[in-house]
């Protein structure tokens, strides 16, 4: 076929076909482009059918991308690459993995150019999710948070937990039957929070769970962030530096169950505790609370026992005095009694010393007294002696004296004798033996007896 | 015990009750007061640790609304 020019003589010239096919040729006749060892980042990974669909990306430092190629992973070696895949890291090919892929290019007409993977190799990816594991890690360590939440104290009984975890996932379901049902029958409160727990939504969604259990900090004991259900899928939303600081510095224990038995992530390493699935979890609380029942039993034990053994000992103590009261008071008394025998024997040497002092005095004394008596005595004679003479003296004086009131006492008393007074004249008149002395009570006829000094005569009263 | 003592406040009791024993300073008259105070302890430890506290559990619940 020819085209004319404006000027008449046709180009020769091709089809598109044609030209795409030459293309195709092109492209598989050069070595560099068949069996080829590309390193690139994964974007829009899907599978359909059974062949895995994505677009190799390269983005340079400033996060523009400037490489970009189509790859396919045909069904015929998807099932390979994949189980390959999983086995060396435990992760699906996903999107955001950077690779190191096997295969070559070609270029169909109607498609265009592509990649045809035809083998991987897991170590690179490994390598690199080690590398930014590496990378999160090793910010929180300069910014100083690295060990921080694994220094929050977890109470000796968690009971109160703030369950962070997809609703309905069978990882949240196995954890729940796993505490409530423990065998001991200890009481939990595990309340969920619910959470995208894969994807890049990851982080902000289990980010803004734990920002309620701030907002509600009084009401928990601790946090337990949970995820998996033994299949292997996308964990590299948990490698994120945004989520892995806020768990670092989050004011409670973290405790987390997000992978499996050999799988790792960031949180794994900066969690306050880390097991390996969410049963693990549940395992680790029901543990946790059996210590601290056995602590507080052992403690209480030991109480019990010692004051056991206190009031036993105090007994036997009790019963040792009891016994040897008897005793001692026998060896006090012979003591006593032995100091009594003691003092009796010096009773009469105290006794005859103390009698002949007393005798020594006496002689003493008795020649003081017979040195002194004489002169005493004579004293006493000499005054004796003066006595006697006053007294004879005023003996004398007062008999004299006595007497001559005697004389005239006996002198007046014989001149007023009667016998004295009818010497002289007068008589005596008596009326009925009495005395009169007075003439008007004598009354004419009456009877009176006249005494004279010699004789009496006895008249009638005219 | 009405006080609002924490599963941890009442092992430190403890452990300070048998500190004192061990001590050799306690003297017989403390023991009783020691050994009733423990059987309390023990009581509201297995009270925490196996009976449900429903004032808890309804707060909690209340969260989630």
Request: aromatic share 6%; with cysteine.
């Amino acid at each position: 076929m020819s085209a004319h020019s404006f000027f008449g003589q046709p180009q020769p010239a091709m089809t598109l076909s044609q030209f795409a096919t030459a293309i195709g040729n092109a492209v598989r006749m050069s070595p560099v482009l068949q069996g080829a060892w590309v390193v690139a980042e994964l974007s829009d990974v899907r599978v359909s059918g059974g062949h895995c669909y994505m677009e190799l990306i390269e983005k340079n430092q400033a996060g523009q991308t400037v490489a970009k190629l189509r790859a396919t992973i045909w069904q015929s070696r998807f099932s390979y690459i994949r189980q390959k895949f999983i086995a060396a890291t435990g992760r699906e090919i996903m999107t955001g993995m950077k690779v190191l892929l096997n295969g070559s290019a070609s270029h169909h007409t109607l498609y265009g150019l592509s990649f045809s993977v035809n083998d991987i190799d897991p170590s690179y990816t490994l390598g690199d999710m080690e590398r930014l594991r590496r990378e999160i890690l090793m910010r929180l360590h300069k910014e100083g948070v690295i060990g921080l939440n694994k220094t929050r104290v977890m109470p000796p009984a968690p009971q109160r937990i703030a369950v962070i975890s997809a609703e309905g996932a069978a990882g949240y379901g196995d954890f729940i039957n796993h505490l409530l049902g423990n065998q001991e029958e200890f009481a939990f409160y595990p309340v969920l929070i619910p959470a995208v727990m894969q994807g890049e939504k990851t982080s902000a969604s289990v980010r803004d769970a734990l920002d309620f259990v701030i907002r509600t900090i009084d009401m928990w004991d601790c946090v337990a962030i949970l995820r998996g259900g033994g299949a292997t899928t996308d964990l590299n939303g948990f490698d994120d530096y945004d989520l892995a600081r806020a768990v670092a510095t989050f004011p409670l224990p973290v405790v987390v169950g997000i992978g499996h038995e050999r799988d790792r992530t960031v949180l794994d390493e900066i969690a306050h505790t880390r097991m390996k699935t969410p049963t693990a979890v549940a395992g680790f609380f029901v543990d946790t609370l059996r210590a601290a029942y056995d602590k507080v039993r052992g403690l209480v034990d030991y109480v019990a026992r010692y004051s056991t053994d206190r009031l036993a000992g105090e007994a036997r103590r009790l019963a040792n005095c009891e016994g040897m009261i008897p005793a001692l008071a026998e060896a006090r008394l012979a003591g006593a009694r032995a100091l009594l025998e003691r003092e009796l024997t010096r009773i009469p040497v105290l006794v005859s010393a103390r009698i002949s002092r007393n005798i020594t005095s006496l002689d003493n004394y008795a020649s003081l007294l017979k040195a002194l008596a004489p002169r005493q005595c004579s004293r006493n004679a000499e005054r004796l002696s003066e006595l006697q003479n006053r007294f004879s003296v005023a003996a004398d004086g007062a008999l004299k004296r006595n007497a001559a009131r005697v004389d005239a006492l006996a002198g007046m008393v014989s001149v007023l004798s009667p016998d004295n007074t009818l010497r002289r004249g007068y008589s005596i008149t008596r009326v009925d033996g009495k005395a009169v002395t007075d003439a008007s009570i004598l009354s004419p006829g009456q009877r009176i007896v006249t005494c004279f000094r010699h004789g009496d005569i006895t008249s009638v009263v005219e | 015990m009405s006080e609002q003592l924490s599963y941890a406040s009442a092992i430190a009791e403890l452990e300070q009750i048998v500190a004192k024993m061990q001590s050799d300073n306690c003297d017989i008259d403390s023991l009783s007061g020691y050994t009733t105070r423990a059987m309390e302890l023990l009581k509201y430890c297995k009270q925490k640790l196996f009976t449900t506290d429903e004032e808890v559990k309804k707060c909690l619940e209340s969260l989630n609304s």
